[in-house]
Nanobody, 123 residues
Framework: QAQLVESGGGLVQAGGSLRLSCAAS????????MGWFRQAPGKEREFVAT????????YYADSVKGRFTISRDNAKNTVDLQMNGLKPEDTAVYYC????????????????WGQGTQVTVSS
């Protein structure tokens, strides 16, 4: 069982950058595909990015491709999301999540979740 804790959210102006980090507990972090999701008020939770067990492959939502970068460090049990060129529409609570299968893009396909961290982008 994985326990996930996000950090790094905050308030930033449009065009700015933030780096989110997710720390995982447990010895089996490298056995999970990791993902980042976000949820804006009144909207469903949506996929942002995912990374394979080793970090060799990544996949992004079209809305963040070219601006966000997901990475992981299995030695430190962390997965990060570097967000550049932030836009007001990126405002949401961001969640990291773990799943056992590559290719899962729906929230219901992820088994473990963090508590979320708020990202607010002002115009």
């Amino acid at each position: 069982q994985a326990q996930l804790v996000e950090s790094g959210g905050g308030l930033v102006q449009a065009g700015g950058s933030l780096r989110l980090s997710c720390a995982a507990s447990g010895r089996t972090f490298s056995s999970y595909v990791m993902g980042w999701f976000r949820q804006a008020p009144g909207k469903e939770r949506e996929f942002v990015a995912t990374i394979t067990w080793s970090g060799g492959n990544t996949y992004y939502a079209d809305s963040v491709k070219g601006r966000f970068t997901i990475s992981r460090d299995n030695a430190k049990n962390t997965v990060d999301l570097q967000m550049n060129g932030l836009k007001p529409e990126d405002t949401a609570v961001y969640y990291c999540a773990a799943t056992t299968m590559w290719g899962n893009l729906r929230a219901k396909e992820y088994d473990y979740w963090g508590q979320g961290t708020q990202v607010t982008v002002s115009s």
